[in-house]
């Protein structure tokens, strides 16, 4: 199950209100993967998107826990349910194919989702939070995304911020060169989009971040300066643009401070790119004459602009995604009657063992050949019996049809349900059994 919102169903300061920072994230995994009706999760949150992936036999149940957890931490009211979605099974299979394969970012193609969803991932195994289903298909959901850029033109047609940012810089100012460039902060974003300027003609950069150390390593790579946020003031007087990513809590300019940075400039423009989550800038600021503001909502606008010749290799990417997801979906639901099917095995192990063994005290003595005769007749009857169960219970193409089959085999044969332990741990036997069988998506 997926249940999130992104920039496609909730403004920007929604997104804001529920974008969960990476330390926080740890937390936040931490509360979720014990809370009710969950079993594995995975945080995502990006400038456009907070996701949680979900591994639930009570989806219900676990969309409860999510509502609550998002309720008391991010005040979440029911009116405002209607901007998050809830997908299950292989509409959530498809919305994490699409996202990793970047078909579902502020900008088609967006290369950086990769590595984001890389380290949600990693963030969920480091506290135990994905288990053997998430990371089958979190696996899966890179592998998807290295064949639609493989086998689609996105990856050459791919727009970043950066990108973005640099062809809306080039649209205002016709040429960058010896434009003058100020970084608010020292994050990914700022580099890449700082890089993407320098390389095509703008001239000096001053980097500025509340970590000096930061601050002077980034100017080094870039051939710039550092400065301190004591000369904010006077670095944007003099800048052409400032690339805004400081992750501060707060706006770092407000309406008031940039009238009089306008004023001061004779109002000469000065181009703001707040690619910052939560925002660094205030909103109003873009009201002030002599200062264009852009935030990631308008930076999408401006990509979007010349969006018409990747559609076609959307549309390839696409169907990849419907068909991977379709496929994998099948896999997963034959997997998880595998619980179902060891107890059965079990359970016919242990009825027959019983049996044979009574049938040894009326019967016998018997020779050692006979009783390996017996012993390898009985292995063969249990055998037959599990396997064409299994393979009935696997070929089933309808879920609900094989929970209901499951369920009847469960009451035949009066099996225990399988205790399911919390996301990330493993019984003794369960960590016997993984050293002896590959992950599941070693065999998709």
């Given at each position: 199950?997926?249940?999130?919102?992104?920039?496609?169903?909730?403004?920007?300061?929604?997104?804001?209100?529920?974008?969960?920072?990476?330390?926080?994230?740890?937390?936040?995994?931490?509360?979720?993967?014990?809370?009710?009706?969950?079993?594995?999760?995975?945080?995502?949150?990006?400038?456009?998107?907070?996701?949680?992936?979900?591994?639930?036999?009570?989806?219900?149940?676990?969309?409860?826990?999510?509502?609550?957890?998002?309720?008391?931490?991010?005040?979440?009211?029911?009116?405002?349910?209607?901007?998050?979605?809830?997908?299950?099974?292989?509409?959530?299979?498809?919305?994490?194919?699409?996202?990793?394969?970047?078909?579902?970012?502020?900008?088609?193609?967006?290369?950086?989702?990769?590595?984001?969803?890389?380290?949600?991932?990693?963030?969920?195994?480091?506290?135990?939070?994905?288990?053997?289903?998430?990371?089958?298909?979190?696996?899966?959901?890179?592998?998807?995304?290295?064949?639609?850029?493989?086998?689609?033109?996105?990856?050459?047609?791919?727009?970043?911020?950066?990108?973005?940012?640099?062809?809306?810089?080039?649209?205002?100012?016709?040429?960058?060169?010896?434009?003058?460039?100020?970084?608010?902060?020292?994050?990914?974003?700022?580099?890449?989009?700082?890089?993407?300027?320098?390389?095509?003609?703008?001239?000096?950069?001053?980097?500025?971040?509340?970590?000096?150390?930061?601050?002077?390593?980034?100017?080094?790579?870039?051939?710039?300066?550092?400065?301190?946020?004591?000369?904010?003031?006077?670095?944007?007087?003099?800048?052409?643009?400032?690339?805004?990513?400081?992750?501060?809590?707060?706006?770092?300019?407000?309406?008031?401070?940039?009238?009089?940075?306008?004023?001061?400039?004779?109002?000469?423009?000065?181009?703001?790119?707040?690619?910052?989550?939560?925002?660094?800038?205030?909103?109003?600021?873009?009201?002030?004459?002599?200062?264009?503001?852009?935030?990631?909502?308008?930076?999408?606008?401006?990509?979007?602009?010349?969006?018409?010749?990747?559609?076609?290799?959307?549309?390839?990417?696409?169907?990849?995604?419907?068909?991977?997801?379709?496929?994998?979906?099948?896999?997963?639901?034959?997997?998880?009657?595998?619980?179902?099917?060891?107890?059965?095995?079990?359970?016919?192990?242990?009825?027959?063992?019983?049996?044979?063994?009574?049938?040894?005290?009326?019967?016998?003595?018997?020779?050692?050949?006979?009783?390996?005769?017996?012993?390898?007749?009985?292995?063969?009857?249990?055998?037959?019996?599990?396997?064409s169960l299994a393979r009935e219970l696997k070929e089933l193409p309808v879920k609900e049809e094989q929970?209901?089959?499951?369920?009847?085999?469960?009451r035949l044969f009066h099996l225990e349900p399988p205790k399911r332990a919390l996301a990330g741990t493993?019984?003794?036997?369960?960590?016997?059994?993984?050293?002896?069988?590959?992950?599941?998506?070693?065999?998709?």
């Amino acid at each position: 199950m997926v249940i999130g919102l992104n920039h496609r169903t909730a403004p920007l300061a929604m997104r804001e209100r529920f974008w969960i920072s990476e330390n926080r994230r740890y937390e936040v995994l931490q509360q979720l993967k014990s809370a009710e009706g969950i079993e594995e999760v995975v945080v995502l949150s990006t400038c456009c998107r907070t996701e949680f992936l979900v591994w639930a036999s009570e989806p219900t149940l676990a969309a409860n826990s999510l509502l609550h957890f998002l309720g008391v931490e991010h005040g979440l009211k029911l009116t405002e349910w209607e901007h998050f979605y809830r997908l299950l099974d292989e509409s959530a299979l498809t919305q994490i194919f699409r996202v990793t394969s970047g078909l579902d970012s502020l900008v088609l193609g967006e290369p950086q989702i990769v590595s984001q969803v890389k380290a949600a991932w990693e963030q969920a195994r480091t506290v135990g939070a994905a288990g053997r289903f998430l990371n089958a298909v979190l696996e899966k959901a890179l592998s998807v995304s290295k064949q639609v850029r493989h086998e689609t033109a996105i990856a050459k047609l791919a727009v970043s911020i950066p990108t973005a940012a640099l062809d809306l810089a080039r649209h205002i100012f016709g040429s960058l060169d010896g434009r003058r460039i100020l970084l608010l902060g020292t994050g990914k974003m700022s580099e890449l989009s700082a890089r993407h300027l320098v390389e095509n003609g703008a001239g000096s950069v001053v980097v500025i971040d509340q970590s000096p150390t930061c601050a002077r390593e980034l100017a080094e790579k870039l051939g710039g300066t550092a400065a301190t946020l004591a000369d904010r003031w006077k670095c944007m007087l003099q800048a052409d643009i400032v690339v805004s990513s400081t992750g501060c809590p707060h706006v770092v300019l407000t309406r008031e401070e940039a009238e009089r940075i306008a004023i001061e400039r004779n109002r000469v423009a000065l181009v703001i790119l707040d690619i910052g989550m939560p925002r660094d800038v205030e909103p109003d600021v873009r009201r002030v004459d002599g200062i264009l503001l852009y935030d990631l909502d308008g930076l999408e606008r401006a990509a979007k602009s010349n969006a018409a010749e990747r559609t076609a290799a959307a549309a390839e990417a696409e169907e990849i995604v419907a068909a991977e997801a379709q496929a994998f979906r099948g896999k997963l639901q034959a997997e998880s009657v595998v619980p179902t099917i060891v107890a059965l095995r079990q359970r016919l192990d242990q009825i027959c063992r019983q049996e044979l063994e009574s049938f040894i005290q009326e019967r016998g003595p018997f020779t050692r050949e006979q009783d390996q005769s017996l012993h390898a007749i009985t292995a063969q009857v249990i055998q037959k019996i599990a396997s064409s169960l299994a393979r009935e219970l696997k070929e089933l193409p309808v879920k609900e049809e094989q929970e209901q089959m499951t369920a009847a085999v469960t009451r035949l044969f009066h099996l225990e349900p399988p205790k399911r332990a919390l996301a990330g741990t493993r019984s003794e036997k369960d960590e016997n059994e993984r050293s002896k069988k590959p992950a599941i998506a070693a065999n998709y």
